[in-house]
């Protein structure tokens, strides 16, 4: 099992930023590529970022140049710079395991871009 707790949400103003964490415990030896996904509300959940084991990264087009993922040990963390209120939303730790396909999910820091 791998548990994974994020934290850093809050309410920002447009052209702010935040910095997210997740932190992985239990069997995160497996885990082979980690992410975030955020949930707007009325929206279904979509991928933010991931990263791998390797280093390797993914963005949604619509945060690239703006968001940074990174990753060291156990720790996964999302820097989002020059937010906007379509930022807006439920952001959520994701840990994929390859072998069986399995997903992990914390429960997620919710992000508000308001003034």
């Known amino acids: 099992q791998v548990q994974l707790v994020e934290s850093g949400g809050g309410l920002v103003q447009p052209g702010g930023s935040l910095r997210l964490s997740c932190a992985a415990s239990g069997s995160i030896f497996s885990i082979n590529r980690m992410g975030w996904y955020r949930q707007a509300p009325g929206k279904e959940r979509e991928l933010v970022a991931t990263?791998?084991?390797?280093?390797s990264t993914r963005y949604a087009d619509s945060v690239k140049g703006r968001f940074t993922i990174s990753r060291d040990n156990a720790n996964v963390y999302l820097q989002m710079n020059s937010l906007k209120p379509e930022d807006t939303g439920v952001y959520y730790c994701?840990?994929?395991?390859?072998?069986?396909?399995?997903?992990?999910w914390g429960k997620g820091t919710l992000v508000t871009v308001s003034s």
């Open positions: 990263i791998t084991n390797s280093g």
């Open positions: 994701n840990g994929y395991r390859v072998w069986d396909r399995m997903d992990y």
